[in-house]
Every structure is written in structure tokens, then in C-alpha cells.
Antibody
Framework: QVQLVESGGGVVQPGGALRLSCEASGFTLSNYGMHWVRQAPGKGLEWLGVISYDGNNKYYGDSVKGRVTVSRDTAENVLYLEMNSLRGDDTAVYYC????????????WGQGTMVIVSS | EIELTQSPVTLSLSPGERATVSCRARQSSSYFLAWYQQKPGQAPRLLIYDTYKRATGVPARFSGSGSATEFTLTISSLEPEDIALYYCQHRNTWPPLYTFGQGTKLEIK
């Protein structure tokens, strides 16, 4: 069964940093591109970034570029999202998701992990 | 990133009616256009990708069409379980940067 489970959310102080994890099972990360998407409370979906299936290419949304890094550990089959200089509008549910095809839509999503930026 | 505009913001229809949601891209780009359904408290679910391809397990009443800058999600005959938010997603030709529409709320009368 293909599954994604995010973890690492919680309360973070403004100006702080976070590292979210996304544990994949039922498939191998090295075969699929992976995305991060977030959703602020009561708001729409915002695409954050993608790492290609081979891990060689990463692309980020304009709103978070320079503050975000997507990486992965293929041995552990875990995807990561690191974000720094956090501010209130980074408060959101963060989802990882698997591509259906190369640089295509995403067909499997995790349940999301909530990040609250607050002092 | 390509700017996307979805319409309408809210759609209220009766069971059995046909629902049409539009997504307009500010500039013509790839054929890549996806549609997602999101129910309260749940992660989004892929419905349509590459403009018209139905994702695995998606009922045939959902279909996608369009090209260039105008794309459409159609639900041929509404079921009560179709109450949800619907988002379109577009991707630049290159580099692959993705954008979501602002969402359409589908209500059942």
C-alpha cells in the first residue's frame, strides 16, 4: 500500500526554523518526484517545491524560494522539507505528495502536519 | 509562475445536475492541468491530470477538457458526496513551477 506520513510539525517561534519529514512506504522515492504543498487555515493550496525522481533537480515556489530546501534520504525512503526565517504566514498544514509521472500531478498525499508559527 | 483564475468561487446545484468549473491561465503554457477535490479535514485527492486523464478510481462522471489558457472540470451528474472544494493546478513548461487556483466550493442544494 502506497502511503506517506508526515511528521515534525508543531509550534515554532517567529524567525525560527523547521524540518519536516515525510516517510514513504509501498514505493521507492528514487523512482518518483516528490512535492511539498501547504494550506494555511481556511485558505487554498500553495505549492512549495519539488525534488525530481533522481534527486538531481529541485524547484521552489516564488513565495518561499531562498527559505526552503527539499531533500531526501533514499536509504531510509524519507523526504524532508527545511524552512527557515519562519513568520506567522507560514502557519499551515504541510503536505508531501508523490508524482503520478515526471513533473506531473501528484496522486498520493500524506495526511499533513500542522505548523504554527507563534511566540 | 502562471497565474490561475478559477470560476465560479461558489457553485450551488441540485443532485443530478451538471457542474462546470473553469480555470483560466494568464498565459498559454503546457497541456499540464490537474484538478483536485478536497473535503473538510482531508488531504486533496487527484481527479484529473494532463487536462483530461482520470486518476485511478475516479468515477466516470468527472471529466476534464480544455487547452492553452482555458480548462474545464465537468461533473456530469452531481452526487451528494461531491460536496467539496475543487482546485486546478497548472505547471510552467519550464522550469516546472506549479500554481494552484484559488478553489471553487461546490454546494449541493
Amino acid at each position: 500500500q502506497v502511503q506517506l506520513v508526515e511528521s515534525g510539525g508543531g509550534v515554532v517561534q517567529p524567525g525560527g526554523a523547521l524540518r519536516l519529514s515525510c516517510e514513504a512506504s509501498g514505493f521507492t522515492l528514487s523512482n518518483y518526484g516528490m512535492h511539498w504543498v501547504r494550506q494555511a487555515p481556511g485558505k487554498g493550496l500553495e505549492w512549495l517545491g519539488v525534488i525530481s525522481y533522481d534527486g538531481n533537480n529541485k524547484y521552489y515556489g516564488d513565495s518561499v524560494k531562498g527559505r526552503v530546501t527539499v531533500s531526501r534520504d533514499t536509504a531510509e525512503n524519507v523526504l524532508y522539507l527545511e524552512m527557515n526565517s519562519l513568520r506567522g504566514d507560514d502557519t499551515a498544514v504541510y503536505y508531501c505528495a508523490k508524482e503520478v509521472d515526471v513533473y506531473d500531478a501528484v496522486d498520493v498525499w500524506g495526511q499533513g502536519t500542522m505548523v504554527i508559527v507563534s511566540s | 509562475e502562471i497565474e490561475l483564475t478559477q470560476s465560479p468561487v461558489t457553485l450551488s446545484l441540485s443532485p443530478g445536475e451538471r457542474a462546470t468549473v473553469s480555470c483560466r491561465a494568464r498565459q498559454s503554457s503546457s497541456y499540464f492541468l490537474a484538478w483536485y477535490q478536497q473535503k473538510p479535514g482531508q488531504a486533496p485527492r487527484l481527479l484529473i491530470y494532463d487536462t483530461y486523464k482520470r486518476a485511478t478510481g475516479v468515477p466516470a462522471r468527472f471529466s476534464g477538457s480544455g487547452s492553452a489558457t482555458e480548462f474545464t472540470l465537468t461533473i456530469s451528474s452531481l452526487e451528494p458526496e461531491d460536496i467539496a472544494l475543487y482546485y486546478c493546478q497548472h505547471r510552467n513548461t519550464w522550469p516546472p513551477l506549479y500554481t494552484f487556483g484559488q478553489g471553487t466550493k461546490l454546494e449541493i442544494k
